[in-house]
C-alpha cells in the first residue's frame, strides 16, 4: 500500500466532501479508432460513436476541453455540474478521416494523445494532419510518449537505465509536440495505462496531469497523476451501460493512497478505508474476467481480492457504490504484473 502521506481522517473527509458536494465531477472518455475495420478491441464503430455522443446530449450533459476541465476542477473555485471531456490515444488515422469530422459537426472539443514516434507511419496521421486538427477550435494535442512503450520499471532494469530511458520517452515527445505544433500541454496519457509510483513522480516533477485507462469519475479527491479514463471501444462502450458511466460520480476517497497497482501478490489485495458515504452492504465489486468478487470488512477497511489469480498483465478491481445525489460513486483499480510479457 501506498505510504507517502497518511489518510486523510473519516471527519475532515466528510468536511471536504460537504464544502464540494455541488460542484462538478469530470467523466473522460478514451478513444483510440473510429472505424468498423480496425482491431475490434481498441475500435469504436462509427454508429456506437454517434450513438454514444448522441446520448451525452440527450442527457444535458456538457462536452469540455479536458485540460481546462482538469485545472479547473482542482481549483479553488471549480465549476459545477456533471462535465464530459474526449480523448483519443495513439493519433490513428480514422480520427482525422472520420472522427474529427464527426465533431467537429457537433462543436464538441477533444484531446488526441500523441505517441510521437508512430506520426507516419501506416495508420497513423502525418505531422501535417496533426498541424491541420491543432489549428481546428476545441482539437488539443498532448503527449503519449515518444515510442509507446512500457514506462514501469521492468524486473531486473537498473535505476539509472529506467531513469534515461523514460525521461528520453517523456521529453522527447513533448519537444517534438512544441517545435513542430506550437503545443506545449502539460496533460500526459500513460502508454497501456500502466505506471507506478515512481514513473508517477516523474510526471508530478514536470507539472503534469497524468492519465490512466482504469475506469471512473474524476473529482476533487482523485490523484493528478493517477487520472481515471472510461474505456470507449465497442467492448466497454455501449449504450446500454453508458448513461451509468457519464453521470458517475468519483469514489470518495484520496486516490492518492491507493496502490500505484504493482502486483507483489496474484490476486492481489485492495484495502479500501471505511468512510461515511460507503456502506459495505450497498457496494459492489468486479474483477476482470470474474464477474462479481466478495470483499471482508474489518473495523477499519474493507478488503478486496479476486479469488484466484490472473493470467494477464494487466487487470482491475471495479467498485461502485449508490451516490448520494444519484447515480454511482465509481472506483477502478489497474493492477499490473510486470512478469508477464509486455504486449
Not at 23 to 52: C, G, M, R
Not at 60 to 74: H, I, N, P, Q, S
Request: proline share 6%.
Amino acid at each position: 500500500m501506498n505510504a507517502r502521506k497518511p489518510w486523510i481522517s473519516a471527519v475532515l473527509l466528510s468536511l471536504f466532501l460537504a464544502s464540494f458536494g455541488a460542484k462538478a465531477d469530470l467523466v473522460v472518455l478514451q478513444y483510440h479508432h473510429i472505424s468498423e475495420s480496425t482491431p475490434p478491441s481498441t475500435s469504436t464503430s462509427v454508429s456506437l460513436f454517434n450513438a454514444q455522443l448522441d446520448m451525452i446530449t440527450e442527457l444535458g450533459l456538457e462536452v469540455v476541453d479536458l485540460y481546462e476541465a482538469t485545472k479547473d476542477l482542482f481549483s479553488n473555485n471549480p465549476s459545477t455540474g456533471q462535465r464530459i471531456a474526449i480523448t483519443f490515444d495513439d493519433a490513428y488515422e480514422s480520427v482525422y478521416s472520420t472522427g474529427a469530422d464527426i465533431l467537429q459537426e457537433r462543436g464538441l472539443p477533444y484531446t488526441i494523445f500523441v505517441d510521437t514516434a508512430a506520426i507516419g507511419k501506416h495508420g497513423y496521421m502525418t505531422w501535417g494532419q496533426l498541424k491541420e486538427l491543432s489549428g481546428r477550435e476545441g482539437v488539443s494535442i498532448a503527449n503519449h510518449t515518444a515510442g509507446h512503450g512500457h514506462l514501469a520499471r521492468k524486473p531486473g532494469e537498473a535505476e539509472a537505465d529506467w531513469i534515461k530511458r523514460t525521461n528520453r520517452s517523456l521529453d522527447t515527445a513533448q519537444a517534438e509536440l512544441k517545435r513542430k505544433l506550437g503545443t506545449d500541454l502539460p496533460v500526459f496519457a500513460y502508454p497501456y495505462g500502466e505506471f507506478d509510483e515512481a514513473l508517477e513522480a516523474k510526471v508530478s516533477e514536470r507539472g503534469w496531469y497524468g492519465f490512466g485507462q482504469q475506469s471512473g469519475a474524476i473529482g476533487p479527491l482523485t490523484g493528478k497523476t493517477r487520472l481515471p479514463r472510461f474505456p470507449m471501444a465497442n467492448t466497454y462502450g455501449q449504450l446500454n451501460g453508458l448513461k451509468d458511466k457519464l453521470n458517475s460520480k468519483a469514489f470518495p476517497l484520496d486516490t492518492n493512497q491507493l496502490p500505484d497497482g504493482i502486483v507483489s501478490a496474484n490476486p492481489p489485495t485492495l484495502s479500501l478505508p471505511l468512510v461515511d458515504d460507503i456502506q459495505p452492504a450497498r457496494l459492489t465489486c468486479f474483477a476482470s474476467g470474474m464477474g462479481r468478487i466478495d470483499f471482508k470488512v474489518t473495523d477499519n477497511n474493507i478488503l478486496i481480492k479476486a479469488p484466484k489469480p490472473f493470467n494477464s498483465r494487466r487487470f482491475r478491481y471495479n467498485c461502485t457504490h449508490p451516490a448520494k445525489a444519484g447515480g454511482f460513486y465509481w472506483l477502478s483499480q489497474q493492477w499490473l504484473d510486470l512478469s508477464k510479457p509486455e504486449d
